[in-house]
């Protein structure tokens, strides 16, 4: 499934007058892509950024880590150990800065969410790589963006949603009604089953001691 199959998709139903059918694709796809990015679980759109350096000041701005993305939420921050990254566990900024008051340097074990800035405690002690996840806006489907997310994970929801929105133009309320029943069915499973996804990496995440700092 790509941009040119929706646009072919979107003017098989044989329209009695379709004479501007073609030239709104572009608009109507854009909108069935906006339909389903309200109503489907961000999760969805869960990517991981590129390795990030964090220095002795512990601190990354979110200016610099997101440029470029249209960013949902943070998902998740991790630490390069060996050959593979660690979850750092995420804490309210002040609650961090009480429990960290003393300073101290070290590996870092939690992290939090500012407007402006991702801060890791405690500080490093020297250079270290960060993995960053995070859900992002998909890229837009055009004659350039022939694909994303929704077209590679969820082409029948993105199919639906377009002929909903053909159907809208179209002024054809029963083709209407049926996409969007067709798309809302869509949505209730893919949902379902992207909560069942995130529950599972829950219950795999490391769980907090009782001593928050680890000492």
Do not use: W
């Amino acid at each position: 499934m790509d941009y040119t199959e929706l646009v072919r998709i979107g003017q098989q139903n044989n329209y009695s007058d379709a004479r501007n059918l073609a030239s709104e694709m572009g608009r109507l796809i854009a909108r069935a892509q906006d339909y389903i990015e309200k109503r489907l679980d961000h999760d969805a759109f869960e990517e991981e950024l590129p390795v990030e350096i964090i220095t002795s000041s512990g601190v990354l701005e979110k200016s610099v880590v997101f440029a470029g993305t249209d960013l949902f939420e943070l998902r998740g921050v991790h630490l390069q150990k060996g050959s593979g990254y660690i979850p750092l566990l995420p804490r309210d900024y002040d609650t961090l800065l009480a429990l960290y008051s003393s300073g101290g340097i070290g590996v870092p074990r939690h992290y939090a969410e500012t407007n402006s800035q991702i801060v890791v405690f405690p500080r490093p002690s020297r250079d270290m790589n960060l993995k960053i996840t995070a859900n992002v806006r998909p890229v837009m489907l055009d004659e350039e963006n022939l694909t994303n997310v929704l077209t590679d994970k969820y082409p029948t929801v993105i199919e639906n949603a377009v002929n909903r929105e053909v159907a809208i133009f179209m002024l054809d309320e029963v083709l209407e009604a049926k996409f969007t029943g067709l798309v809302g069915e869509e949505l209730v499973s893919a949902n379902a089953a992207i909560k069942r996804r995130s529950r599972n990496e829950t219950s795999a995440r490391p769980t907090e001691t009782s001593n928050i700092q680890g000492v």
